[in-house]
């Protein structure tokens, strides 16, 4: 029968946060702007016959900014679904094209509201074939876990760097891209890599909720040891909000089988 997927997507306010920045795209479904996470994770399994596409968004901007940001991105995933489900475009020029259009919206939103900082993060991934690609822009982050080893597969776009150089301590490091800057201020770069599948990769999509709370040993751990993929996803967010849930955590999980 070939190559299949099956997926999972959870979403937690976490334990500190009275509302939910983040948001996502998963099979067609989307959280609505006011929101408080979802009670239970979701599903999705599908053949890889076609492209499927996944996104997480985590929004910035106070206020409710955040939650419009985030938003505005993964309306835009859902008003494109019949583009990314059977695109003419090369997959990379795809992403790009989505992107760019998300960030319409997102700088669209912002004028609007008349928000002068309002943003989202984001990573997307694109299954096609027998490659998967990734994009992001922001700090959300996508892993593959192969052979028992995990690999960051997107790029952090902060100034982690310069601080480290510059020898700064205690600061967080800031977002040099994300969606929300004007095209006139700045022409977004978003980091794209292609990659081969094999039988037995899990993929992991998430925003920062998980990362600042888990080190990548304990992600590597987690995604060894768990048995389903709905299980990995509850047991992600789990390990978050026990090592104290700072942040709203969202994590798309994607595991490659032969069947």
Do not use: W
């Not at 299954?127 to 959300?140: C, E, P, R, T």
């Not at 992991?204 to 992600?219: F, H, P, Q, V, Y």
């Not at 987690?222 to 978050?240: H, P, Q």
């Amino acid at each position: 029968m070939g190559l299949r997927i099956e997926s999972a997507c959870n979403c937690n306010i976490g334990r500190v946060r009275v509302n939910n920045e983040d948001n996502f795209y998963f099979a067609g479904r989307i959280l609505p702007v006011e929101n408080k996470g979802l009670k239970a994770s979701v599903s999705l399994e599908a053949p890889l016959s076609g492209e499927v596409v996944f996104g997480i968004f985590d929004g910035m901007g106070g206020e409710k900014f955040g939650e419009e940001a985030s938003y505005a991105a993964a309306k835009t995933a859902v008003e494109k679904r019949e583009e990314l489900s059977g695109y003419v475009l090369p997959a990379r020029d795809c992403l790009n094209s989505l992107l760019d259009a998300m960030n319409r919206a997102v700088c669209g939103r912002a004028e609007e509201l008349k928000a002068s900082r309002m943003g989202t993060t984001a990573v997307m991934m694109l299954f096609s074939g027998n490659y998967a690609y990734v994009a992001n822009l922001g700090d959300s982050r996508a892993f593959r876990l192969r052979n028992g080893e995990l690999l960051q597969l997107s790029v952090d776009h902060t100034d982690a760097a310069f601080l480290q150089g510059q020898g700064i301590a205690g600061r967080r490091p800031r977002l040099t891209q994300h969606l929300g800057i004007p095209p006139e201020e700045m022409v977004l770069e978003p980091y794209i890599a292609k990659g081969e599948i094999r039988e037995g990769d899990r993929y992991l999509l998430c925003s920062d909720g998980l990362t600042d709370m888990l080190s990548n040993m304990e992600i590597c751990a987690l995604m060894n040891e768990a048995g389903s993929i709905c299980s990995l996803t509850d047991k992600l967010v789990e390990a978050a909000l026990e090592k104290g849930g700072r942040d709203n955590v969202t994590v798309i999980a994607v595991q490659v089988y032969d069947r």
